[in-house]
């Protein structure tokens, strides 16, 4: 992708994201795609099978030797983990039992949040859905950099330090950029996240909670996978601010990479965006896309003039209405 430029702050504009327009328009040609706004019920045993997965592994890695557990912690439990927040991403957005029954949704993804070993699944879809009411909203969308991340981390070595510890930042923008109240379900989530921690402990050992814990914080990191957070929205082209990757890594990631697509319709489950691509073709094809994930990585390190600054952010006008 070219058309690069160096920034030394955000990209301001102060225009409506163009996701809303761009549904409205695709809806009046194709009012077909609302037939796609359903559940998916295959998450329900996708998810079971997962967690069922990460209990097993819980229990064969409790006697490992240290190194062996380093290994297999990144290479299967990383993986199984960073798919797992976006299964949670899916659930948040009512995707496993539909809009009608909004808590069983969040109950599932509460047993989805088990094996990550950290309570995750509320907080992130009280934040998620301001991210798509108000994308790049200024002290409301915390996917957004603090000024201190796009001041501090502008070199390649400091933006490596910056993508290995993106699970920190995630945890401490909120509190930074949008602090909210503690609510009755959050506090519920980290009562049962940690109860479940403390008998994986007293029953497995500490390896078996090294595997969790270390796993989530490594396959948010320095990973192949984690290549979306930044694809997703940092702004390699002038004037685009959100971009979608059609590679392999959609299968183990419910296809996020389908991000124009999930942008422009967040009510239609990940399994069903493919299908939107391919109605709406002409809206879709002509936008900057991405073929691999590592190679994003790749370019935001080394490239000199990308940086946490190269985001769309936007002053918000009128009424804001908050989760």
Request: aromatic share 16%; proline share 6%; net charge neutral.
């Amino acid at each position: 992708m070219g058309n690069k430029m160096a920034r030394e702050d955000f990209e301001w504009v102060y225009t409506d994201q163009p996701h809303a327009d761009r549904r409205k328009e695709i809806l009046a040609k194709y009012p077909e795609i609302k037939r796609l706004m359903k559940p998916d019920y295959n998450l329900l045993w996708i998810v079971s099978l997962m967690v069922l997965t990460q209990f097993l592994a819980f229990y064969l890695v409790k006697d490992l030797e240290w190194k062996w557990l380093m290994f297999w912690t990144y290479v299967v439990g990383s993986c199984i983990s960073h798919s797992m927040t976006l299964a949670i991403h899916e659930i948040s957005h009512n995707c496993a039992f539909g809009n009608s029954k909004a808590m069983w949704n969040r109950c599932f993804g509460m047993f989805a949040n088990l094996p990550l070993g950290l309570p995750y699944s509320i907080s992130f879809k009280r934040y998620h859905m301001d991210h798509h009411r108000y994308l790049g909203g200024d002290g409301i969308d915390v996917d957004i950099p603090t000024d201190f991340e796009g001041w501090f981390f502008s070199t390649s070595l400091r933006k490596l330090v910056w993508i290995i510890l993106q699970p920190l930042f995630y945890a401490i923008r909120p509190i930074c950029i949008n602090p909210k109240p503690v609510s009755r379900l959050e506090l519920i989530n980290l009562v049962i996240q940690f109860s479940f921690d403390a008998l994986i402990y007293y029953f497995l050992g500490i390896k078996s909670v090294v595997y969790m814990l270390v796993g989530s914080i490594l396959g948010l990191g320095l990973h192949p996978i984690s290549g979306h957070f930044i694809a997703e929205h940092y702004m390699f082209m002038k004037g685009h601010e959100t971009y979608s990757y059609y590679g392999p890594l959609n299968y183990l990631t419910f296809n996020v990479g389908y991000h124009n697509e999930h942008h422009d319709f967040p009510s239609v489950p990940g399994k069903n965006l493919p299908l939107v691509r391919k109605i709406a073709k002409e809206y879709y094809d002509p936008l900057p896309q991405y073929t691999s994930w590592v190679k994003v990585l790749y370019d935001f390190i080394m490239d000199d003039t990308l940086s946490p600054y190269s985001r769309v952010k936007r002053e918000l006008k009128g009424e804001v209405k908050q989760e």
